[in-house]
């Protein structure tokens, strides 16, 4: 059971525009900034988003966060083949002194 | 160019220890939080434990707290993770990150077996 809430599953067709969902507390989403990785088998996490809404250097403007209180949002713009991949989203928790994480969503292309 | 290169990884039997290193490159390792994180297969993404520029404070995932310890040595850009009492389900890939993970190393395999 993670600590920050996703839908398990998303889809989208190619060009279409998808939001992923990560709904929290107040001790982590709520006081705190909200990351956004994208992860394939058996590579290292890409971070797509940082302090809530940030690209770093690289990532495409085609992906974006958002926040509203004890939750946050991804979404993906002009959808690509390669884009499908499992989302992750994370947030540091006050309560548990830790850096907690989503449980994940599987974006497919259809 | 930053560079992150994990070592220290491989078999070890259950009850067993291994230390993990991650040395540093291109860039001001004293200036950043570090941390450790692994995929666990069927449970996704997890912070194994993080560390402040200076050493000062360390956190740890409630499943590892006890058994393994978090350090690093500003002097040699290097980052460690001593792992005791290994269990089965501590066997997956171990990644090196500088702060919330911007940049990795390329990961190290633990596996814990008899």
């Known amino acids: 059971q993670s600590v920050l809430a996703q839908p398990p599953s998303a889809s989208g067709t190619p060009g279409q525009r998808v939001t992923i969902s990560c709904s929290g507390s107040y001790s982590n989403i709520g006081k705190n900034l909200v990351y956004w990785y994208q992860n394939l088998p058996g590579t290292a996490p890409r971070l797509l988003i940082y302090d809530n809404n940030q690209r770093p250097s690289g990532v495409p403007d085609r992906f974006s966060g958002s926040k509203s209180g004890t939750s946050a949002s991804l979404a993906i713009t002009g959808l690509r083949s390669e884009d499908e991949a499992d989302y992750f989203c994370a947030a540091w928790d006050d309560s548990l002194s830790g850096r907690v994480f989503g449980g994940g969503t599987k974006l497919t292309v259809l | 160019e930053v560079q992150l290169v994990e070592s220290g990884g491989g078999l070890v039997q259950p009850g067993g220890s291994l230390r993990l290193s991650c040395t540093a490159s291109?860039?001001?390792?004293?200036?950043?939080?570090m941390g450790w994180l692994r995929q666990v297969p069927g449970k996704g993404l997890e912070w194994v434990a993080i560390i402040k520029q200076d050493g000062s404070e360390k956190y740890y995932v409630d499943s590892v707290k006890g058994r393994f310890t978090i350090s690093r040595d500003n002097a040699k850009n290097s980052l460690y993770l001593q792992m005791d009492s290994l269990r089965a389900e501590d066997m997956t890939v171990y990644y090196c990150?500088?702060?919330?993970?911007?940049?990795w190393g390329q990961g190290t395999l633990v596996t814990v077996s008899s």
């Open positions: 291109g860039f001001t390792f004293s200036n950043y939080w």
């Open positions: 990150g500088r702060d919330w993970g911007e940049y």
